[in-house]
């Protein structure tokens, strides 16, 4: 569902991002941060008003992310956590606090990564590293 979004622009946006996807699968995030941008681009203003923007924020950032730039994956999903249902999407709850706590924001990331906890338990840590989830051990 495109929630309105043009159908010819809103196909244009999920190929972008089926191409940002497949560039970072193989290890090309530049390209794929570039398409996910393009992607962006065609979201109609306000862009935190699209439910498509969700999941584009995140991308971009999870991008960042495995990039090890932090601050630019926190930012992005700062922005995708205003997004619809953003606040309660626990990969980007866990995400942000993963990148809060490598910028050294050690308090902001437990209340990111705990709520995460609250909505998918420890099998959202899973694949994480375990530096992540024993910031939460005292507090779980």
């Known amino acids: 569902m495109n929630n309105g979004i043009n ?7 999920v190929q972008l991002c ?6 970072f699968e193989k ?3 530049d390209q794929a941060i570039e398409s996910y941008t393009a992607a962006l681009e065609l979201v109609p203003l306000p862009k935190h008003e699209w ?5 584009i924020y ?3 950032a999870d991008t960042y992310f495995h990039k090890g730039n932090y601050e630019i994956a926190k930012n992005n999903l700062l922005n995708a956590l205003n997004c619809p249902d953003g606040i309660s999407n626990p ?6 606090g993963e990148s809060l706590f490598e910028c050294g924001e050690f308090d902001q990331a437990k209340e990111y990564l705990l709520r995460a ?7 959202i840590f899973f694949n994480e590293d375990d530096k992540y989830i024993g910031l ?5």
């Open 117 to 123: 906890y609250m909505l998918e338990g420890y099998k």
């Open 136 to 140: 939460n051990l005292d507090m779980i």
């Open 27 to 29: 290890g090309q995030t």
């Open 58 to 60: 995140t991308a971009i």
């Open 51 to 55: 439910d498509t923007s969700t999941w």
């Open 7 to 13: 159908e010819k622009v809103h196909e244009q946006i």
């Open 91 to 96: 990969f980007i709850l866990l995400r942000l």
């Open 18 to 23: 089926k191409q940002g996807n497949t560039l």
